[in-house]
Structure formats: C-alpha cells, structure tokens
C-alpha cells in the first residue's frame, strides 16, 4: 500500500488553470486503451492564499479529474477495468446493514464476489439507511448501505463511539411516484402537490381534494417507513423538513411490499427507488413529476438520462458507508470495496440504477487501493448535484 500524508481539503472544482497555467476539463467517457491498467498520478498544486489542490490524471488517456484530498505526490497503476489485483486467498466474514434501496447492488456485488472468495461469506440485511446507521455507528457493522449522506446526528453519535468511516458513492437513483394501472386520471404531479398530500398537517384525503374533478375517492397512500434513507430523501426533499411526514399511511422498509399494496389498490399513491419499478411495470405506472418552483419547468419522468443529469425532481446520490477501523484490519473487506466500486458499472446497470460517470468508478477503485479513502463524494461530481437530499 503507498504511503499518503493528508495534507487537508480543497475548494471543490477549483479552476486549477489559473494556478498551473491548464484547466481541468470535465472527464470524457470511454475506457482505457488497449484495456491496460491506467496508471493514476496524484499531483499537490499550492494555490493562493493557502489553498491546496490536487489533480488526478490518468496516464493513459490524458484525462484529469478530481479529488478535494490533497497529498504528497503519488502515483499509482490500476488493474485493468472489472479485475482486481491478485491476492492470497481471502478468507473471513463481512456484515452489511441498510437501505432497501442499496441492497439490490450490493446484494449483486456480494453473490459475486462470494463466487471469486468462496471462503468469505457476506451477509446483507435491510433495515433502512436509519436503522443500518444505528447499528453502524456503534460497530456491529462493517458496512451501511445508504440512500442519504450520514446525518450530522449519526456522524456525532459515530465519533462518540470512536467510529470512523468511509463515504463511497456508488449510484444515482431516481425516486419514483407510482400509481395503480387502473388509474387513470394522474397525468403528472407537482412537487407542490406532494407536499400537499404528504405534509404533517395533510387536509388532502380523496382525490378530489389535490384537483377538482378527479374521483371522489380515498387515497390509499404507501411509502418507506421513518427508518428509511428513501423517507429522509423523500420528506426533505418534497415536505420541505427531514422526517415531516403524515403518519396515516401503509409504511414498510421492504420496497416489494409497497409495490404489491399499489398494484392491489386502485386508489393507491406510493413512493420508492426507482429499481423496484421496471419489474412491476405491468402492475403499476410510475407518474411524471414536475417542480413547479422552476419557471416554465415540464414534467418529468424518471429515465438514465434525466436521472443523470438531476432534470428528474426526485434523483439522489447513494452510497455505501465503510467502517474504517474494519477496513484497515480486514484485507477480504478492503478487497470487497475495491471490488465494488471497480465493476460498480456494471453492477448498477444490472440493478436498472443508473451509473455515474464510468471514470468516477476506475478512479476510485485506484484511490482506495492506493489507501485513500476521502474524498470521493466530490470525485463523483456531487457539488453539482441538485436536491441531493439531507448532508
């Protein structure tokens, strides 16, 4: 493992040109050359008034990106994309908790990593972002997966129990609004008129009281319970406060359990991750969401593209939290991360989430196993993320 010394965090997205006389361009998509292993060279730039930078090239392409965590010069050469580096054979127990939402990636990534290491056996739970965060902060974990960044009350609760971790974006999803095939009256919704349905306070109980002349009818409302990073998302996000919601509705952490409430009920409105939608796309429709806050804004539905480049209101970062205490002794769970972010591509589209960029996931996956763990939420472009819910 190369040695690093943290120097401390830059500006994001600094214009380095106007410090070593080039600028940083966003990266270009494609794969390295020949299918080589990309040599990563980490360059520490002094900037004005104390301020450092670093810049991440790869060698191979040309192409620069970026990290905020400055170090001495590195330079390290990664395996070719979708392989890992050979290894004495791995063997041991690794314990992830967390969001419904996350699990079918990592569930994926587990199955085959677990056929790679057969001695390492990998177990994933789904007890919602909250409720994998309260089993992380105090160690039982060594990972969380998450639909939310950690809350400044988690990461307190975490440093109190001596906890340090590991944040790894790992996909973007859209949330979506569905709602029974029957229905057939809900072209699209407001953010506005979410709010009005899902605020504490509700007086929206029938149809007919979100717009005159829809059917007179119940609404039969299903979404994540309080425990859920969907929920956190969802309540910032649309109600305007983290964890504000009405209470009168059919909750559960399991996204399959709310599709199969709104497939049954013709009156019905739901929400959750957009991966639990195309299966059932047959047995429900996903409505178009508009934020009316924007002027002249459109309704938008939920696609890679949107999701991507945030036009979809309800589109979010995800991640998986690592122990770092775990992840400096345990070289199968170091392996496994690795492992994660370096096929996180594939992996993500096998799930129906949608990527980020493909240079995010090899420049990573070379940082981690360089043994830099900070900083990868800016790598991964999330400042110019829009309503990418509660940090």
Same mark, same amino acid.
């Given at each position: 493992?190369?040695?690093?010394? /943290?120097?401390?965090?830059?500006?994001?997205?600094?214009?380095? %040109?106007?410090?070593?006389?080039?600028?940083? $361009?966003?990266?270009?998509?494609?794969?390295? &050359?020949?299918?080589?292993?990309?040599?990563?060279?980490?360059?520490?730039?002094?900037?004005?008034?104390?301020?450092?930078?670093?810049?991440?090239?790869?060698?191979?392409?040309?192409?620069? $990106?970026?990290?905020?965590?400055?170090?001495?010069?590195?330079?390290?050469? !990664?395996?070719?994309?979708?392989?890992?580096?050979?290894?004495?054979?791995?063997?041991?127990?690794?314990?992830?908790?967390?969001?419904?939402?996350?699990?079918?990636?990592?569930?994926?990534? &587990?199955?085959?990593?677990?056929?790679?290491?057969?001695?390492?056996?990998? !177990?994933?739970?789904?007890?919602?972002?909250?409720?994998? @965060?309260?089993?992380?902060?105090?160690?039982?974990?060594?990972?969380?997966?998450?639909?939310?960044?950690?809350?400044?009350?988690?990461?307190?609760?975490? &440093?109190?129990?001596?906890?340090?971790?590991?944040?790894?974006?790992?996909?973007?999803? %859209?949330?979506?609004?569905?709602? +029974?095939?029957?229905?057939?009256?809900?072209?699209?919704?407001? /953010?506005?008129?979410?709010?009005?349905?899902?605020?504490? +306070?509700?007086?929206?109980?029938?149809?007919?009281?979100?717009?005159?002349?829809?059917?007179?009818?119940?609404?039969?409302?299903?979404?994540? %319970?309080?425990?859920?990073?969907?929920?956190?998302?969802?309540?910032?996000?649309?109600?305007?406060?983290?964890?504000?919601?009405?209470?009168?509705?059919?909750?559960?952490?399991?996204?399959?359990?709310?599709?199969? %409430?709104?497939?049954?009920?013709?009156?019905?409105?739901?929400?959750?991750?957009?991966?639990?939608?195309?299966?059932?796309?047959?047995?429900?429709?996903?409505?178009?969401?508009?934020?009316?806050?924007?002027? +002249?804004?459109?309704?938008?539905?939920?696609?890679?593209?949107?999701?991507?480049?945030?036009?979809?209101?309800? !589109?979010?970062?995800?991640?998986?939290?690592?122990?770092?205490?775990?992840?400096?002794?345990?070289?199968?769970?170091?392996?496994?991360? /690795?492992?994660?972010?370096?096929?996180?591509?594939? @992996?993500?589209?096998?799930?129906?989430?949608?990527?980020?960029?493909?240079?995010?996931?090899?420049?990573?996956?070379?940082? $981690?196993?360089?043994?830099?763990?900070?900083?990868?939420?800016?790598?991964?472009?999330?400042?110019?993320?829009?309503?990418?819910?509660?940090?």
């Amino acid at each position: 493992m190369v040695n690093t010394r /943290i120097i401390g965090l830059s500006i994001a997205f600094l214009v380095i %040109g106007l410090v070593v006389g080039y600028v940083v $361009l966003p990266p270009i998509a494609g794969t390295t &050359a020949g299918g080589q292993g990309a040599t990563i060279t980490i360059t520490r730039t002094v900037g004005g008034e104390g301020v450092n930078t670093i810049t991440v090239t790869e060698t191979a392409r040309g192409d620069v $990106l970026r990290t905020p965590t400055v170090t001495e010069g590195v330079t390290v050469t !990664s395996p070719p994309p979708g392989q890992t580096q050979t290894r004495t054979e791995l063997a041991g127990e690794i314990e992830i908790d967390g969001s419904s939402t996350v699990y079918p990636i990592t569930e994926a990534v &587990a199955e085959a990593f677990m056929k790679l290491h057969p001695k390492v056996k990998i !177990s994933v739970g789904i007890s919602g972002t909250g409720g994998g @965060f309260k089993r992380f902060v105090v160690g039982e974990t060594d990972i969380n997966d998450a639909s939310r960044p950690i809350l400044k009350s988690e990461a307190d609760a975490a &440093a109190s129990n001596g906890i340090a971790w590991i944040e790894v974006p790992v996909a973007i999803d %859209g949330l979506v609004v569905v709602v +029974n095939r029957a229905n057939d009256w809900v072209d699209c919704l407001t /953010i506005s008129e979410l709010r009005s349905i899902w605020a504490p +306070n509700s007086t929206v109980f029938r149809w007919s009281d979100i717009r005159p002349g829809w059917p007179s009818q119940p609404i039969l409302l299903y979404g994540p %319970g309080p425990d859920s990073g969907t929920f956190d998302y969802f309540t910032e996000r649309v109600v305007g406060k983290l964890k504000a919601s009405r209470t009168d509705y059919v909750a559960s952490e399991d996204d399959n359990v709310l599709v199969a %409430g709104v497939e049954a009920e013709r009156y019905a409105l739901g929400y959750f991750g957009y991966a639990y939608y195309p299966s059932a796309a047959d047995k429900i429709r996903v409505i178009p969401i508009r934020d009316d806050k924007i002027p +002249n804004s459109q309704c938008i539905t939920p696609t890679d593209e949107t999701v991507r480049t945030y036009q979809y209101p309800l !589109s979010r970062p995800l991640f998986i939290y690592v122990n770092k205490k775990f992840w400096d002794e345990k070289e199968w769970l170091r392996e496994f991360v /690795i492992f994660y972010v370096e096929n996180g591509e594939s @992996f993500v589209r096998q799930v129906s989430y949608t990527p980020l960029l493909s240079e995010y996931y090899r420049a990573a996956a070379t940082l $981690l196993r360089a043994g830099i763990t900070d900083g990868l939420y800016t790598l991964s472009a999330a400042p110019i993320w829009r309503n990418a819910g509660p940090r």
